[in-house]
């Protein structure tokens, strides 16, 4: 394991008003780890992942990928400075984001949505792009589907499309937010198995979501997230059978049935 | 049949002056095109300027929507050929004069881009949140996410109230004879002085005006929906 940690989070706090959604948060993932974090609706878990990439920009506090801090940088006088919007956007598409509604553009093809990013965004030449694009479908199991549009598919092939997409920017982790929590309980497996494949090939990971199974099984980490702090974390294999916290015992027992 | 009626309907006349009057019928479509085209593109501009998270912008963008939209075609038609020079005379000191061409595209591309800065809102406001956050997701820049994301969904989603608007835009182009910009409708009163019979050739005129707009307006709405419908789920 290296030494810096793939994403560093640190004492990050998130107010919408006033009211307080992330009340420092801190953890770090390491490369090839997978970070699930759990914990009630409202507990700030879908915040917490927007904030990481500063599709929120956190109140205070900082998240770190490889060691360089996302929302600040050394101007040449060697003091630290707010990051500008463009430069964020650079340090962003190292991190691809699954979001709970997909988010799929509507008016591009399936493989329209997966090539856009890499072209646009990496300047890739259109035909790398494609082969790319190409090989992230065949990952989640969607090459025939590439010439669909979006509102074809079914929601387990629109998420499965939206983490090809992500992975066609080659991005330093994953983020998945919920990313099964819209879907028919039989169109959940066919996403969760592609993520564990992903898992399993290493990819680093965080994942926002309510699958314990999934959680237990597939995770380095678990994080149970409660009011905006972290209430209680550790291996899945101690935090799921001897919660030490009441909260977490409490929260557990009720995927239990 | 009275005299008048048949008179009214021997478009033979209108037949013998159809070069002349395919030349005034070509200015309309002239007219409308860059009047469209200055429509689109200040209506775009008013749109965005609404959505602007900054108040002021945003206040802009309403004045000018307002403003163009409860203006009426033929008052602004003679206000910009008459009154706009007078004032830009005015604050440069020298003599101002537009081209009625020029007066008639401004002054109806102005109008047109109080009621299309309203569609581009209401589509840009359309469109899902997560959408837009998936391109900053992937570090796309907030033009190219106007560019790649948001209008061409736009654009499709505004195409049937877009297409009403571009109606009335190239019938208000009817009125551009006012200030003597040489269309269809100015060809016909001259040829109707010569020739002292008004009735086939304005009839004549209401014919080609209603075949075009009608043929054009039916094509392109069946292109739109099916456009439209591969993205609508």
């Known amino acids: 394991m290296s030494a810096i940690p793939r994403i560093r989070v640190v004492d990050v706090h998130k107010r919408f008003g006033t009211l307080e959604v992330l009340r420092g948060v801190s953890f770090d993932v390491h490369a090839g780890n997978v970070v699930s974090v759990i914990g009630a609706s409202g507990s700030g878990k879908s915040t917490l992942l927007r904030c990481i990439n500063y599709l929120e920009k956190p109140n205070s506090g900082e998240v770190y990928i490889e060691g360089e801090p996302l929302g600040s940088r050394l101007d040449a006088g060697g003091r630290r400075r707010p990051r500008p919007l463009a430069d964020i956007n650079k340090m962003r598409r190292e991190l691809g984001v699954v979001f709970q509604q997909y988010n799929l553009w509507p008016h591009m093809t399936v493989l329209g949505n997966v090539v856009e990013a890499p072209i646009r965004v990496r300047r890739l030449p259109r035909a790398e792009a494609t082969a ?56 959940t497996d066919e996403v969760l198995g592609v993520m564990r494949e992903l898992a399993a090939d290493g990819t680093t990971m965080i994942v926002a979501t309510h699958e314990m199974d999934f959680a237990r099984e597939v995770s380095d980490r678990v ?19 001897r919660p030490k916290s009441e909260r977490l015992g409490r929260f557990l ?3 239990r049935k | 049949m009275s005299e008048g009626l048949r008179q009214a309907f021997d478009l033979s006349l209108f037949w013998d002056y159809r070069v002349i009057l395919l030349h005034g019928f070509a200015v309309n479509v002239l007219v409308f095109l860059c009047a469209a085209v200055l429509a689109l593109s200040a209506g775009l501009g008013a749109a965005l300027l ?83 956050d998936a391109g900053r997701a992937f570090g796309m820049s907030e033009r190219l996410i106007l560019w790649r994301i948001t209008l061409p969904q ?18 208000a182009t009817t009125i551009v004879s006012l200030i003597a910009v040489p269309d269809l409708m100015y060809d016909v009163s001259m040829v109707t002085q010569q020739e002292m019979r008004p009735l086939p050739l304005y009839t004549g005129a209401a014919l080609a005006y209603f075949l075009v707009i009608f043929i054009l307006a039916s094509g392109v709405r069946a292109f739109s929906e099916r456009w439209r419908r591969k993205i609508l789920a």
Request: proline content about 6%.
């Open chain 2, 50 to 132: 609404r959505v602007n998270a900054w108040f002021p912008l945003r206040w802009l963008g309403t004045l000018h929507v307002e403003v163009f939209r409860n203006a009426p075609d033929y008052v602004m038609l003679v206000w910009v050929h008459f009154v706009l020079p007078l004032i830009i005379g005015l604050a440069i000191r020298r003599r101002v004069e537009f081209h009625p061409f020029a007066s008639a595209v401004l002054a109806l591309g102005l109008v047109y881009s109080g009621y299309f800065a309203e569609t581009f809102r209401a589509g840009i406001q359309a469109i899902p949140r997560g959408n837009l």
């Open chain 1, 223 to 241: 994080i149970f997230l409660h009011d905006g702090q972290i209430e209680e974390e550790g291996a899945p294999a101690e935090l799921f059978v």
């Open chain 1, 253 to 255: 027992s009720k995927y």
């Open chain 1, 132 to 187: 790319l694009a190409e090989e992230c479908l065949r990952r989640v199991q969607l090459t025939d589907k590439a010439g669909e549009y979006p509102a074809r598919l079914s929601g387990g092939q629109q998420q499965r499309a939206a983490i090809a997409r992500a992975l066609a920017m080659r991005p330093k982790a994953m983020l998945f937010d919920e990313p099964t929590s819209s879907l028919d309980p039989e169109l």
């Open chain 2, 154 to 171: 736009v654009v499709r989603r505004m195409l049937p109230e877009a297409l009403n608007q571009f109606i009335s835009l190239f019938k």
